[in-house]
């Protein structure tokens, strides 16, 4: 962040409490660039010990009557929000994409739409609220169990995609019957903003509630003594943080961390579906995404043809701004573009850059698509989460191997394996420690289907049936029911 240009007067953006825009008490804002360009976009709130609180009482006090809505009172809300959502596609894509640098038209299609569906999916989940049935599981005793809402619920969001994540948080959560406050990632509060906007037309005040800010900010939502759970999307290292900072209480902590995706090509795999698919989904977004295709582990036969197809594949993107009709668009920041350089100067003797490596320009934080081969297992480059578009290429010789490879990173969240033998894929399912495990495809998403990841990657669902679970506690009723036989 820096301070705004002398004649240059962006936009600034308040709190959304209570139902209302509201500044943020201390009257600081924050000056956000745009990645493209690295000049000042708007000012966004820092919101402060007393900024929180407001918002945590406003979702305490709506708690009250919310919780106690019937589902369909909930599902239709969230029918009438996804509308709105979809209504304001176009407005939407365009913030996004001014605060990120991706294509507006990408982000229509590959998260406005999704989050769509996924409000959608979440708003006929509210009313299949399912649990053991009731009977007499002990003599002349009758159980029930029920669902019920867990209370107000903190939910830290990352800058890679702000929106999507702000709706596979929310809506699971308003599904249950919980109240939020949402804290949009520094750089990218605008579509969370909105997106309570357009909720508070469709929902009681203090239901949906964001305060924007800093770490800090997040720190002091979870240590709130009046949240009850605490929900990020973003880094281990910020796992960590909100982990201890909740923990003292004990609150209930959801938590979707970073990846480290392998991609395990046999040598029957249909090599050209493979590359594809890895520089959609390992450049795609500048690599900026949790489950992004990192670490390609292919048969040492094939090692050197899939390394070519994957540079002439790279070197055909196109990286600029939004407004052009590009592949990728740039890093989100000069950190992000520091990180990135570092670990490509820390390779160890006998790693190649094949393409790529370098940042593009002077203006913005664009990067050039990179593939490397000749990593070593316990490169940086390896062993840490790149969030670039930047791709590793190592070589196996037997299943054994591929597998330690593939398994031989801290991060447990998504993988791929791509090969013609349904029965070694499904061993490699079976064997591979990570949330989700594609087969003959990377990067995709159902609303019906749980994404979350083991390990440093975090624990806990988002997506299907499983979220309502994070969002729901359960209560065993029992009660006589006659004398017993």
Not at 24 to 36: A, E, H, I, L
Not at 353 to 368: A, K
Not at 424 to 452: D, K, Q, Y
């Amino acid at each position: 962040m820096s301070g705004t240009p002398e004649h240059h007067h962006p936009p600034r953006y308040d709190n959304h409490i209570a139902g209302a825009a509201v500044p943020p008490r201390s009257g600081r804002w924050d000056t956000v660039n745009d990645p493209s360009t690295g000049r000042a976009a708007y000012l966004a709130p820092r919101s402060d010990a007393a900024d929180v609180d407001e918002a945590v009482r406003a979702a305490t006090s709506a708690f009250g009557h919310w919780r106690w809505q019937p589902p369909a009172r909930r599902a239709a809300a969230l029918l009438a929000l996804a509308d709105a959502v979809a209504g304001q596609t176009t407005a939407l894509a365009e913030a996004e994409a001014a605060m990120t640098g991706k294509s507006a038209r990408l982000v229509a299609a590959d998260e406005i739409a999704p989050a769509v569906d996924h409000l959608r999916f979440f708003a006929g989940a509210a009313r299949l609220a399912l649990a053991p049935a009731a009977g007499e599981y002990e003599a002349g005793l009758t159980s029930l169990v029920r669902r019920e809402p867990v209370g107000v619920s903190a939910q830290i969001l990352p800058w890679n995609f702000p929106l999507l994540t702000a709706v596979w948080k929310l809506a699971p959560a308003l599904a249950a019957g919980n109240c939020v406050v949402l804290k949009p990632a520094p750089s990218t509060p605008v579509t969370a903003l909105r997106l309570a906007e357009l909720a508070g037309a469709h929902l009681p005040p203090g239901v949906v509630n964001v305060v924007c800010g800093d770490a800090e900010t997040g720190r002091l939502l979870a240590v709130h003594p009046d949240v009850a759970m605490v929900s990020l999307t973003g880094s281990t290292r910020a796992g960590r943080e909100v982990a201890a900072a909740a923990g003292d209480r004990l609150k209930r902590i959801h938590l979707e961390l970073g990846g480290n995706a392998p991609v395990v090509v046999l040598a029957d795999a249909d090599l050209t579906e493979a590359v594809n698919a890895v520089a959609t989904s390992g450049f795609g977004n500048a690599g900026q995404d949790c489950v992004a295709a990192a670490r390609v582990i292919v048969a040492a036969e094939r090692h050197d043809e899939f390394v070519a197809a994957l540079v002439k594949r790279a070197e055909s993107l196109r990286v600029g701004p939004p407004g052009d009709d590009c592949d990728l668009g740039p890093l989100h920041n000069a950190a992000q573009l520091d990180r990135l350089t570092s670990l490509l100067s820390a390779l160890t003797p006998g790693a190649r850059i094949h393409t790529g490596g370098r940042r593009i320009g002077e203006t913005g934080y664009f990067f050039e698509p990179t593939v490397v081969s000749g990593v070593r297992q316990h490169d940086r480059l390896v062993q840490e989460e790149t969030f670039g578009p930047v791709v590793t290429v190592q070589p196996f010789d037997d299943l054994e191997t591929a597998l330690d490879l593939a398994n031989g990173v801290e991060q447990g969240l998504a993988a791929s394996v791509w090969t013609r033998d349904h029965g070694t894929a499904m061993e490699l399912v079976r064997r591979l420690e990570f949330g989700c495990v594609w087969i003959n495809t990377h990067l995709r998403f159902a609303s019906e289907m749980p994404h979350g990841g083991f390990g440093v990657s975090g624990h806990g669902k988002e997506l299907s049936i499983y979220a309502l679970d994070e969002y729901s506690r359960i209560k065993h009723a029992m009660t006589v029911s006659g004398a017993p036989r």
